[in-house]
C-alpha cells in the first residue's frame, strides 16, 4: 500500500543509548518531517526537509538529528537518549509547492520508552 | 506556542447528533487543515481550506473559515460512533511551508 512507513513501531532504551528511526514514503513527495507527540498534546515539529538534500530545524530540535537520505528516505537519531525523550514520533510528508503545505501523509509511528 | 488552538478539548455526544469543534490561530495563514487520530494510529487527513475560502464540505464533514476572527470550526453531522477520535487542525503560515498542530479535541460519540 502506498504510504509512509516507519520502523521501528515499538521500541524501549536505555538513557545514553542511542537509536535511529527510519521512515520511507512511496509517494514522490518532496518535503518529510519529524514529528513528536506527548500523550494529550498535539504534535510537535522536530526536524523538517522541504527537498531532497536540505534539512531544517523545528520547533524542538535538541537532542536529535536528522538524516534525508534520498528523495523517500528521512531518518530521525537519538544520540543519547533521554527519558524526556518517551513519546510517540510520527514521520510524514508532503507535496508542498512554493513552500506550502497542503496535506500530510502520515506514517503509524513509533512509541518510543526511554527508561 | 501553539499556532493552532483547539477547542473544546473533549466533546461527547450521542450518535445521530452534530459535532462542533473550533480552532484559533495567531498570524497569517495560507490554509488550514483538520485532521483525525483514532486512538494508537497516526493522523488522517480530512479536509483542507484555503484562506480565500469561506466554507468546504465533504460528505459528512462542513469546515468553515473565518479569517477576520482567526478562526475556523469542523461540523460533524449525524455522528456515529466510529467517528470517535482526537481531532486536529494544523495552520500553514504565510510564511512557511510547514504546519503547527494544536492539542486536539477529544470526541466521543455514544451508540
Known amino acids: 500500500n502506498a504510504g509512509v512507513t516507519q520502523t521501528p513501531k515499538f521500541q524501549v532504551l536505555k538513557t545514553g543509548q542511542s537509536m535511529t528511526l527510519q521512515c520511507a514514503q512511496d509517494?514522490?513527495?518532496?518535503?518529510m518531517y519529524w514529528y513528536r507527540q506527548d500523550p494529550g498534546m498535539g504534535l510537535r515539529l522536530i526536524y523538517y526537509?522541504?527537498?531532497?538534500?536540505?534539512?531544517d530545524k523545528g520547533e524542538v530540535p535538541n537532542g536529535y538529528n536528522v538524516s534525508r537520505l534520498n528523495k523517500r528516505e528521512f531518518s530521525l537519531r537519538l544520540e543519547s537518549a533521554a527519558p524526556s525523550q518517551t513519546s510517540v514520533y510520527f514521520c510524514?510528508?508532503?507535496?508542498?509547492?512554493?513552500?506550502?503545505?497542503?496535506?500530510?501523509?502520515f506514517g503509524s509511528g513509533t512509541r518510543l520508552t526511554v527508561v | 506556542s501553539q499556532q493552532g488552538e483547539e477547542d473544546p478539548q473533549a466533546l461527547s455526544i450521542q450518535e445521530g447528533e452534530n459535532a462542533t469543534m473550533n480552532c484559533s490561530y495567531k498570524?497569517?495563514?495560507?490554509?488550514l487543515q483538520w485532521y483525525r487520530q483514532n486512538s494508537g494510529r497516526g493522523l488522517v487527513h480530512l479536509i483542507l481550506?484555503?484562506?480565500?475560502?469561506r466554507e468546504k464540505h465533504s460528505g459528512r464533514l462542513r469546515v468553515t473559515l473565518d479569517t477576520s476572527k482567526k478562526s475556523s470550526s469542523l461540523l460533524i453531522t449525524a455522528s456515529r460512533a466510529a467517528d470517535t477520535a482526537s481531532y486536529f487542525c494544523?495552520?500553514?503560515?504565510?510564511?512557511?511551508?510547514?504546519?503547527?498542530f494544536g492539542d486536539g479535541t477529544t470526541l466521543t460519540v455514544k451508540p
Open positions: 498570524t497569517s495563514i495560507n490554509n
Open positions: 510524514a510528508s508532503s507535496e508542498a509547492r512554493q513552500g506550502k503545505n497542503y496535506g500530510y501523509t
Open positions: 481550506i484555503r484562506s480565500n475560502e
Open positions: 526537509s522541504a527537498s531532497e538534500g536540505t534539512t
Open positions: 494544523a495552520t500553514v503560515n504565510t510564511n512557511a511551508g510547514k504546519s503547527t
Open positions: 509517494m514522490n513527495h518532496n518535503s
